[in-house]
């Protein structure tokens, strides 16, 4: 089949890599949330050879994620698992670092909630979590743009923008937010860091 594509991925891709050099620099098995087309699982993959990168979607995406995969066949890129929150059970398997882009804005409100919580939960002590997306923060949107998106997913039956302060809530006391930095397209990453 030809592979998904996102522009947004394209655009995206190289700032993302830029902040994961750093804040993946100690990890070394990363859990990536929501692989989408399977653009960035591929750039990252390449651009950080000391992780191993695994995959999760939806078992509908897989076919497009495995698409990408198969052209470049990275061997510290693993296929894709099947993960929807709130149905799927997070992975076992020894992750001390998780990675998603624009899921949290897409998803309800529950499963944000559950997402946080199970990262904190998978995550070992000095574990890292990057979340890359477009968020509320102080109660305010980044921009006139990003409000009306917001408001766009809603009345498409999607979740809308969450607040860094609920994501701060939900992850409860052990995962802390420790960098907020600033990315093109008035999106944000931020950076979590499981606690001793």
């Known amino acids: 089949m030809s592979k998904p594509f996102s522009q947004a991925c394209e655009n995206n891709k190289a700032p993302i890599l830029a902040v994961l050099r750093d804040a993946f620099e ?3 098995n990363v859990l990536e949330i929501g692989s ?9 993959a390449a651009g950080l050879p000391h992780l191993h990168w695994q995959t999760s979607d939806v078992a509908e995406h ?9 052209e470049l066949s990275l061997p510290n890129l693993a296929g894709p698992i099947a993960l929807r929150i709130g149905e799927d059970a997070f992975p076992q398997n020894g992750y001390d670092a998780v990675y998603s ?10 499963e944000v909630q559950l997402m946080m919580a199970g990262i904190a939960n998978l995550l070992p002590a000095g574990g890292v979590f990057c979340q890359y997306g477009p968020f509320i923060y102080q109660n305010a949107f980044s921009s006139a743009s990003n409000e009306a998106f917001h408001f766009s997913l809603l009345e498409r ?3 809308g923008y969450k607040s860094i302060e609920q994501l701060t809530d939900w992850a409860g006391p ?14 944000l990453c931020l950076i979590w860091r499981k606690q001793d």
């Open 26 to 28: 100690q990890a070394s």
């Open 36 to 44: 989408g087309t399977g653009q960035h699982a591929v750039h990252f």
């Open 62 to 70: 897989h076919q497009g994620i495995n698409a990408w995969l198969s």
């Open 101 to 110: 882009a624009n899921t949290a804005h897409i998803m309800h409100t529950h």
């Open 157 to 159: 039956g999607l979740g």
């Open 174 to 187: 052990s995962l802390q937010l420790t960098d907020i930095i600033d990315m093109p397209a008035n999106n």
